[in-house]
Antibody, heavy 120, light 108 residues
Framework: EVQLVQSGAEVKKSGESLKISCKSSGYSFTSYWIAWVRQMPGKGLEWMGILHPGDSDIRYSPSFQGQVTISVDESITTAFLQWSSLQASDTARYYC?????????????WGQGTLVTVSS | SYELTQPPSVSVSPGQTARITCSGDALTKQYAYWYQQKPGQAPVVVIYMDTERPSGIPERFSGSSSGTTVTLTISGVQAEDEADYYCHSADSSGTDHVFGTGTKVTVL
């Protein structure tokens, strides 16, 4: 069974750093791209970036380039999203999602989301 | 980067048909995908490659495409279909993605 399990909710202060995780299981981790998606409170989905665990190829949305860092640890089949200095505007739920392998580019499996709350 | 535009809301009575549009220039060349998101839950894909329905998704969900607009149709709407719906597309390499603005479907 394919599963993406994300780390738990975080409460942080402005200026602090944070790294959240997304652990994959049930499939060949290095064969599928993993994306990160932001959903601010009461708002829509925003694509942040995508990485290929097989070769660590990482692409960012222009809106998020330089604001976050996406990384991967293949040995533990886990993708990461991190901030070096959080802002209140980073308050959101963050999802990881697997990109389909052979029938288009949709996201066929999603993590449960990680709620990040940043207070000023 | 490019944009996908959806109507903010659609209201429909039970048993009727809901149609949700998604417009963007890229849709003439790239596939569209549709997701359903209920409160407190992660999105679930209901249509991929414009018209394909994943296993487990009810037949009342269908997709179509014409020029710069794709449409998600829910035939015989049920109360459980009340949710937010998002379209999604990507570039030819699948490494540059965009979501639509989202549509809230209300079942009256």
């Amino acid at each position: 069974e394919v599963q993406l399990v994300q780390s738990g909710a975080e409460v942080k202060k402005s200026g602090e750093s944070l790294k959240i995780s997304c652990k994959s299981s049930g499939y060949s981790f290095t064969s599928y791209w993993i994306a990160w998606v932001r959903q601010m409170p009461g708002k829509g989905l925003e694509w942040m970036g995508i990485l290929h665990p097989g070769d660590s190829d990482i692409r960012y949305s222009p809106s998020f380039q330089g604001q976050v860092t996406i990384s991967v640890d293949e040995s533990i089949t886990t993708a990461f999203l991190q901030w070096s200095s959080l802002q209140a505007s980073d308050t959101a739920r963050y999802y990881c999602a697997r990109r389909s392998g052979n029938s288009g580019y949709h996201f066929d499996y999603w993590g449960q989301g990680t709620l990040v709350t940043v207070s000023s | 980067s490019y944009e996908l535009t959806q109507p903010p809301s659609v209201s429909v009575s039970p048993g009727q048909t809901a149609r949700i549009t998604c417009s963007g220039d890229a849709l003439t060349k790239q596939y569209a995908y549709w997701y359903q998101q209920k409160p407190g839950q992660a999105p679930v894909v209901v249509i991929y490659m414009d018209t394909e329905r994943p296993s487990g998704i009810p037949e009342r969900f269908s997709g179509s495409s014409s020029g710069t607009t794709v449409t998600l149709t829910i035939s015989g709407v049920q109360a459980e279909d009340e949710a937010d719906y998002y379209c999604h597309s990507a570039d030819s390499s699948g490494t540059d993605h965009v979501f639509g603005t989202g549509t809230k479907v209300t079942v009256l």
